[in-house]
DNA sequence: GCCAACGTTGGC
DNA sequence: GCCAACGTTGGC
């Protein structure tokens, strides 16, 4: 079992919005970075463990714990021209972009701040605090993973 | 709103 | 295949 960190800008969709969907449930589409694609289409697996962080906004920082829900599979949004993900140079034959479902897992008793990630020694080499990471989507240790939940709770 | 970092595009 | 220009990300 593999572990990740997951952006979203909350504004756009929350953990809260996670919890809200019917089967707490979310396609995760619209990633349109190749480094991010080939986390999900080659390294994921269902069950693996997600730590769901709010991007730009006020307090960025670990809301919550969600999981690989899926295999991977195309991303519909890629062949829709009306969709702001739409990308011309996908086909149905050979599709570019590819996503896993992301479900709820649990919450944790308390958001970990950006801020608080930044105090801990431990976590120092985490890609999330490295000077100029924008992937949405990271590999994240066990270790460093069970530390952030344990901050949480 | 600023700006550093970095990915992508496209001309050559 | 290089690299300048451009667009985007995301913390502050």
Same mark, same amino acid.
């Given at each position: 079992?593999?572990?990740?960190?997951? /952006?979203?800008?909350? @504004?756009?969709? *929350?953990?809260?919005?996670?919890?809200?969907?019917?089967?707490?449930?979310?396609?995760?589409?619209?990633?349109?970075?190749? =480094?991010?694609?080939?986390?999900?289409?080659?390294?994921?697996?269902?069950?693996?463990?997600? $730590?769901?962080?709010?991007? *730009?906004?006020?307090?960025?920082?670990?809301?919550?714990?969600? /999981?690989?829900?899926?295999?991977?599979?195309? @991303? *519909?949004? =890629?062949?829709?021209?009306?969709?702001?993900?739409?990308?011309?140079?996908?086909?149905?034959?050979?599709?570019?972009?590819?996503?896993?479902?992301?479900?709820?897992?649990?919450?944790?008793?308390?958001?970990?701040?950006?801020?608080?990630? /930044?105090?801990?020694?431990?976590?120092?080499?985490?890609? $999330?605090?490295?000077?100029?990471?924008?992937?949405?989507?990271?590999?994240?240790?066990? @270790?460093?993973?069970?530390?952030?939940?344990?901050?949480?709770?």
């Amino acid at each position: 079992m593999k572990y990740w960190l997951m /952006k979203s800008e909350p @504004d756009v969709f *929350s953990f809260e919005d996670l919890k809200k969907r019917p089967k707490k449930t979310e396609p995760w589409n619209g990633v349109r970075n190749y =480094q991010a694609r080939n986390f999900m289409r080659d390294e994921m697996s269902p069950g693996d463990l997600i $730590l769901f962080y709010h991007s *730009s906004c006020e307090v960025p920082g670990v809301a919550g714990i969600a /999981k690989v829900a899926s295999s991977a599979y195309p @991303d *519909s949004t =890629q062949f829709d021209s009306k969709s702001e993900y739409f990308d011309p140079k996908a086909s149905k034959e050979s599709p570019r972009w590819f996503l896993v479902d992301v479900m709820f897992e649990k919450d944790l008793k308390t958001f970990v701040s950006l801020e608080e990630l /930044k105090k801990h020694q431990s976590l120092q080499g985490m890609r $999330l605090l490295q000077k100029g990471n924008r992937l949405s989507i990271l590999p994240v240790t066990k @270790d460093e993973f069970e530390f952030i939940v344990k901050l949480g709770n």
